[in-house]
């Protein structure tokens, strides 16, 4: 295998301005399921951090009373810790939209207002399109003394409620406002991957590129005194990034992005950045055998067309996607028109691949619905993403995203052949847990046509139990087959104009979604 028939090489990447290389090799990658697993490796890392250590990070949103694990600390104490010991800590909040739409701009404000007195230094970074946001969530730890700790975590999972849930998926005690289906503690199914090695560089130097932006943080007047008065619109530079930490492993990471064509350009994406995009047309030319796909939306036929192609030209590939059973808007308009977009995507995918594509979505033991809130794709078990993007327009051409694709060195030894172990391994690590599969039985799972079966028949099974009035034991797995969406011709009419204009997760009106281009 040759890494460049996998990964875009400098010039597919379409961004000469970037510090990035094309992919490093020599890493270690850790998948990291589920929220409380990550806030707990995180909890552990930012208390090993001491005298000129460094912890950089951005996100979405970011609740400073978020507990790391159940007995704390919070994440704003954490990070407060590590500044008080002479760490220096930098971070990059999105300011986020009114809170009146139930985004999070109080919370963000308030962590980032925690940090600065702690001696650390947070921008609320509004730099991008209008109507955008700053939808990539990563950390990044580097020691002074021993650059073999050093560490980056990216993904999907933000420092925030609702987020610390582990493989029970009975929630966070700290949740955020979902719809009431999801119930008090909504359930929570999120990835993020823990990176050592030389690409721990590659990740500094994105979080660099942004933080050295010469562009105000916001062009408000009003945000702009305020932000002054709270001490959130320094930003001090940055200290010369170090070497590279050594080599820890055998994987290769490409890091992939992006970013808008911003009127007053990025000078590290002058005319933006679509890697995430051109890196899925990429792979999914090459796709012979499965699609595995976990995504919180799958919107826009404009995104699903290369997925509709590749099932088009291959007859014996196969696809399963995992879903929200229910979206992430309520009310009598919200809820049918966040379905559209949905609906469309799906019935490109079914016409496309029949029978050959299948999609679920999740709940717990106790019936529950679990919300999916990953960002995993896996191709042929040979290359496999985790990252902030979801398979929809908004997240390949307007808000910023970072994502990390990953091949191994290695090949899995186990049938059919021509597999890497760590694409393989993680499509198997979250396929066992949607079945109830015990680890001695994963192996089964290897085989496409085995897996796709296997999600068929856990499926079934579970729909016929509840179907039958959940008479006798509940049966394995927490799978369930996703309807199509349905909606009235009444009911589309209704919630078409909000789909354009408020609550599609593309985020603008469709002659502005004409514009993006991969």
Partial sequence: MRIEDWFLTEEERGNGATKLGPWTTGNDVRPLVHGATYFAELRSCLDGLGEDDLLLFADWRGDPDERLT????????????????????????????????????????????EIENSGGQALLDTRTKPGGAHH?????????????????????????????????????????????????????????VAIHGPAVAEVEAVFCERWEDPAPETRDP??????????????????????????????????????????????????????????????????????YLEDQYLWSTDVIEPFAEALEREPGLRMIVVVPRHPDQDGLLAGPASLIGRADALARLRAAGGDRVAVYDLENHRGTPIYVHAKVCVVDDVWATVGSDNVNLRSWTYDSELSCAVLDEREDPRPPYGALRFARDLRLTLMAEHLDLPDDERDELCDPAAAFGAFERAASRLEEWHRGGEEGPRPAGRLRPHPAPTLSRLQKALAMPLYRFAVDPDGRPAGLRRSGRF
Avoid at 74 to 95: D, F, H, K, Q
Avoid at 235 to 250: D, F, N, Q, S
Wanted: contains cysteine; hydrophobic residues 35%.
């Fill in 70 to 113: 159940p007995d704390g600390p919070t994440v704003s104490e954490a990070m407060a810790a590590a500044a008080r010991r002479g760490a220096l800590v930098r971070g990059l909040i999105w300011r986020s939209h009114m809170d009146l739409l139930r985004f999070s701009s109080a919370e963000n404000r308030r962590l980032g207002r």
């Fill in 136 to 192: 990539q969530k990563f950390v990044i730890l580097r020691h002074d003394g021993d650059p073999t700790r050093d560490v980056a975590f990216v993904g999907g999972i933000d420092l925030c409620h609702s987020r610390r849930d582990d493989a029970d998926h009975l929630g966070d005690p700290q949740s955020c406002p979902m719809p009431s289906v999801y119930g008090p503690r909504p359930p929570w199914h999120d990835v993020q």
């Fill in 222 to 291: 009003l945000r702009r005194l305020r932000d002054h008065v709270g001490r959130l619109d320094d930003a001090p530079p940055l200290p010369k990034p170090g070497p590279p930490p050594p080599p820890a492993g055998r994987h290769a990471v490409q890091l992939l992005r992006t970013y808008p064509a911003r009127r007053d350009r990025y000078p590290f994406a002058p005319d933006g950045e679509r890697s995430i995009a051109r890196a899925y047309r990429k792979v999914l030319a090459r796709a012979r055998s499965l699609v």
